[in-house]
């Protein structure tokens, strides 16, 4: 069964600093692993997602995640952080493309909660 | 293209009482999928239709179905509520081409769920 971990329930950064959370997945072949965003009270909002190809993938916002299969990690990096960043974010994971596991839905991990300091 | 709706967003019940809740996908989506979000548990999927048929169905009892039409628009039903059924639900549809295939799922605003 696949499964993801954030293990970082809360992080706190000041605005402009850098930012990176982490996410490492348990997966039997190549996944597609995403990351979305939840504001308080909405839906999410997809920040980016990695299929295939070149492991750096970028996506809104100014965020950007990196692949690395031999850590089983999708880590989601900001060079800085702005105040409206302040939210929830949630990496998952899907079975691959052509094993039919689509219906199975994304598997999320528990989140991490991003606080901005002024 | 409008995004994925929901309705209603906001919704309070009593227990024993059952609900329904309607999703409308992206134009064009034939995969549509529900997820229960709480607290303690997160986010955890509820079941997958594609083309009118469910494909599959995470670990919820038998009080939590749901259907898709032919137009994609999908509804889910929980009956006989209980406390813990409180949360927010959420529906994502995809562009998914065939049944068990896997594309970027596009998620709804939710609807809130309060029982009492």
């Known amino acids: 069964a696949q499964s993801v971990t954030q293990p970082d329930i809360h992080i706190t950064v000041s605005e402009g600093a850098s930012l990176e959370l982490r996410c490492n997945y348990s997966?039997?072949?190549?996944?597609?692993l995403f990351w979305y965003v939840q504001s308080p009270g909405q839906g999410l909002q997809l920040l980016l997602k990695y299929f295939s190809g070149d492991t750096l993938v970028q996506g809104i916002k100014g965020f950007e995640a990196e692949f690395k299969r031999s850590q089983s990690s999708f880590n989601l990096r900001k060079p800085s952080v702005h105040w409206s960043d302040a939210a929830e974010y949630f990496c998952a994971v899907g079975a691959s493309q052509g094993s039919g596991g689509g219906a199975d839905g994304l598997t999320f991990g528990k989140g991490t909660h991003l606080i901005i300091q002024p | 293209k409008a995004g994925v709706t929901q309705t209603p967003r906001y919704l309070i019940k009593t227990r024993g009482q059952q609900v329904t809740l309607s999703c409308s996908p992206i134009s064009g989506h034939r995969s549509v999928s529900w997820y229960q979000q709480t607290p303690g548990q997160g986010l955890q999927f509820l079941f997958e239709y594609f083309s009118e048929t469910q494909r599959n169905k995470g670990n919820f009892p038998g009080r939590f179905s749901g259907r898709q039409f032919s137009n994609s628009r999908s509804e889910m039903n929980v009956s006989t509520l209980e406390l813990g059924d409180s949360a927010l639900y959420l529906c994502?549809?995809?562009?998914?081409?065939?049944?068990?295939?896997?594309?970027?799922?596009?998620f709804g605003p939710g609807t809130r769920l309060t029982v009492l």
């Open positions: 994502a549809s995809s562009l998914a081409k065939i049944a068990g295939d896997t594309d970027t799922q596009y």
């Open positions: 997966y039997g072949a190549t996944p597609y």
